[in-house]
């Protein structure tokens, strides 16, 4: 089984940092990406941002595009979500996603992010 763990969220004030972390365990698999989603309640599930393993090519969302920032460690198997500038309406329950070259999907069990003020 492959796991995706997240950390690194928490309780921020407004304009505050913080770093999300996503560690992927268990049977190895071929990355193919890696990405952020995030949802609040009552609300659709929103795309943040993505990686492509293997280039680094990355995708945002325009909502937190020049804010939010993704990189790898592929020797950790590891993803992060720099978030700067942190608004109250980033609040969300934040979710790990990867995708296998053989397109299999997995998913983390999210980690809380509320931004105060």
């Known amino acids: 089984q492959v796991q995706l763990v997240e950390s690194g969220g928490g309780l921020v004030q407004a304009g505050g940092s913080l770093r999300l972390s996503c560690a992927a365990s268990?049977?190895?698999?071929?990355?193919?990406?890696m990405g952020w989603f995030r949802r609040t309640p009552g609300k659709e599930r929103e795309f943040v941002t993505r990686?492509?393993?293997?280039?680094?090519?990355?995708s945002y969302a325009d909502s937190v595009k020049g804010r939010f920032a993704i990189s790898r460690d592929r020797t950790k198997n590891t993803v992060y979500l720099q978030m700067n500038s942190l608004q109250p309406e980033d609040t969300a329950v934040y979710y790990c996603?990867?995708?296998?070259?053989?397109?299999?999907?997995?998913w983390g069990q999210g980690t809380q992010v509320t931004v105060s003020s």
């Open positions: 996603a990867a995708t296998d070259t053989m397109r299999s999907k997995y």
């Open positions: 268990g049977r190895t698999f071929s990355t193919y990406d």
């Open positions: 990686i492509i393993w293997g280039t680094g090519l990355t």
